[in-house]
């Protein structure tokens, strides 16, 4: 089973108590109800799904409950690293991909 | 003539004894979902009489009332006197929410040598003392339901789950107690 470090919990827990909650640091635009209908279109529902480093939400739902940021490779599943809400999006540079 | 209800717990008459392990409902017990920031953690700890834990995966305990970390701002607290929990934080002024939910979850006492073992049938995190120490409470999962899991000592713990799931959840530690 994958270890999910929770950066709330401060601890790897099993996979099996988090979900998945998308792609990270996409932000709503502020005027959002002035944007055209394909600036709308790109922020809504185009998302990146790149072979390799993604940057992803995910929610220890059956745990503290908290959403959280995780960088995860999608070639191998290996989670490079969390961290919360609201901490910047990491410098890929400074990733172990080990 | 007039019929009088009877009160039945989710699990009445159910209890099953093996080999190291016996399964025991627990008595009703008084509980309140507590969610609350920082700032009015101690004001609530005084009205609790209980210093609410701020550690991930802990609990604090003292005589019938316990107040167990779920989360960095929500706490589950149980009383097994059945105090009216919601009415004590009702004087407390600082922002919280309470939500009593005595009702919503039933408890179910898994105890004996083998105790780790049969939780370990359906819960998937590290239950070993070194990992999951006595005093430790967290919210996980035993099959496919959500329960809240908190060890009171060495060879036992308390399962909270909903009383809806509680049959399910039953059911699964008995069948893991059966298999030697
Ligand atoms: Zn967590």
Known sequence: MLLIHCPYCEEERPELEFRHAG?????????????????????????????????????????????????????????????????????????DRK | MAEIARRMSALEGRAYEGPGIALTPDPPASRLSLRAPEASLSALSKALGLTLPDKPKTAAADGSRAALWLGPDEWLVIDEECADLAALCASVSALHSAVDISHRNTAILVTGERAEDVLGAGCPQDLSPTRFPVGA??????????????????EAFRIECWRSFSDYVFSLLEKAAREA
């Open chain 2, 137 to 154: 409470a967290s919210r996980t999962v035993f099959g496919k339901a959500e329960i809240v899991l908190w060890r009171i000592g060495e």
């Open chain 1, 23 to 95: 792609e990270a640091h996409i932000a709503r635009p502020e005027n959002i109800a002035e944007i055209a209908d394909e600036a709308f279109q790109r922020y809504f529902f185009i998302r990146a799904n790149p072979k390799g480093v993604t940057f992803e939400r995910w929610r220890h739902i059956h745990g503290c409950g908290r959403f959280f940021n995780a960088a995860r490779d999608t070639v191998s599943d290996r989670f490079l690293m969390t961290y919360r809400v609201g901490e910047p999006k990491p410098d890929l540079r400074k990733i």
